[in-house]
């Protein structure tokens, strides 16, 4: 899996907290503690599925588009990683008289497939909302451990 999905939904959880559901490619990629050329690139692909708008000049930036507690971390997920269970390469080799090499990609792809399936339904259960609580709830045992 690829990292495209947690910075998402850092990004998209971000947009959700603050005050006016807006900021910049720079404070986003701050508090993601990434680069804002990556984080346009992946608001970008937000934005194609609808999770995000942009407002251009000065005082512009990225502006959310949806209601936390509407937006599931599974859309999230198919909209940017979805199939991404999966590693990119599979050892074995389907032309080799070994029945192990010519049927472990096969196999495999069947239980990355399953997963995958079972991943999607346990985001689907979680909104954007859902990690936002989440983040509250942390910061409040954080507070309780402190005193």
Known sequence: MNSE???AV???VLLA???DHMASSETIARNVSTNPTRIRK???SLR????????EGIGGG???????GEVTL???YRALSGGTLKPHWCSGNPEEDCLVSANIQVVMDHFFYEAEQHYEAYLEQNTLQTVL?????CQQQQKTQQV
Request: with cysteine; hydrophobic share 40%.
């Open 133 to 137: 609580e989440k983040i509250r709830k």
């Open 5 to 7: 999905f947690t910075v």
């Open 42 to 44: 992946i608001m970008s």
């Open 48 to 55: 194609k599925h609808g999770f995000v708008k942009t407002k």
């Open 74 to 76: 599974a859309q999230v």
């Open 17 to 19: 907290y603050l005050p």
């Open 10 to 12: 850092h990004s998209l």
């Open 62 to 68: 990225y502006i959310l588009n949806c209601a936390p």
